[in-house]
Every structure is written in structure tokens, then in C-alpha cells.
């Protein structure tokens, strides 16, 4: 069965960080392009970051760049969302994705993504 499982979600203060984790089983994580969205109260899911199935390519939202860093471990089939400098403008549930296509020229997208994890809270306090 073929699951992504999101890990490292809690609460944190403004400025904060938190690294979460998405571990993959069933499947061969490395054949994969990974995203994280996420999605806040009220509002629709929203592409975070991607990597490509090598980690060789990496993309982000205007809104988190410099602050987060995504990058993978096939070996331990694991894929890690850092982020730092939180804001309460990052409280969200976050999701992993895995997909087969990498866009060049523009963030992953929810239409790229073939199997989703059940997601994990973050939540920032001011």
C-alpha cells in the first residue's frame, strides 16, 4: 500500500522553526518529484516547495523562500520541509505529495501530485 506519512507539526512562537518530515512506504520514494502544500483556515491549498526525484532541482512560493529548505534522504526514503523565521501567516495543515513530473518553469501543482499524505498542523503564535 502505497502511504506518505507527514511528521514534526506542532506549535511554535514567531521566529521559530520546525523541520517536518514526509516518510514514504510501498513505493520507491526516489522515483518521485515531492511537493509540500499546504493549506490554512478558509483558504485553498497552496504549493510550498517541490524537489526534484534526484534533489538536483528545488522550487518554492515567493512567500517562503529564504525561510524554508527542502531537501530529500532516498535512502531513508524521507523528504524534509525546514522552516524558519515563522509567521503567523504560516499556520497551516501542511501535505506531502509525490508525483512524477518536476515543472521547470513554475511551481508544482496539485494536478502534478499523484498520492498525498494525511497532512500535519503547524501552528505560529505572535
Known amino acids: 500500500q502505497l502511504q506518505l506519512v507527514e511528521s514534526g507539526g506542532g506549535l511554535v512562537q514567531l521566529g521559530g522553526s520546525l523541520r517536518l518530515s514526509c516518510a514514504a512506504s510501498?513505493?520507491?520514494?526516489?522515483?518521485?518529484?515531492i511537493g509540500w502544500f499546504r493549506q490554512a483556515p478558509g483558504k485553498e491549498r497552496e504549493g510550498v516547495s517541490c524537489?526534484?526525484?534526484?534533489?538536483?532541482?528545488?522550487s518554492y512560493a515567493d512567500s517562503v523562500k529564504g525561510r524554508f529548505t527542502i531537501s530529500r534522504d532516498n535512502a531513508k526514503s524521507t523528504v524534509y520541509l525546514q522552516m524558519n523565521s515563522l509567521k503567523p501567516g504560516d499556520t497551516a495543515v501542511y501535505y506531502c505529495?509525490?508525483?512524477?513530473?518536476?515543472?521547470?518553469?513554475?511551481?508544482?501543482?496539485?494536478?502534478?501530485?499523484?498520492?498525498w499524505g494525511k497532512g500535519a498542523l503547524v501552528t505560529v503564535s505572535s
Open positions: 510501498g513505493f520507491a520514494l526516489d522515483n518521485y518529484t
Open positions: 524537489i526534484s526525484y534526484s534533489g538536483g532541482h528545488t
Open positions: 505529495a509525490a508525483g512524477r513530473y518536476f515543472p521547470v518553469f513554475r511551481l508544482c501543482g496539485s494536478g502534478d501530485m499523484d498520492y
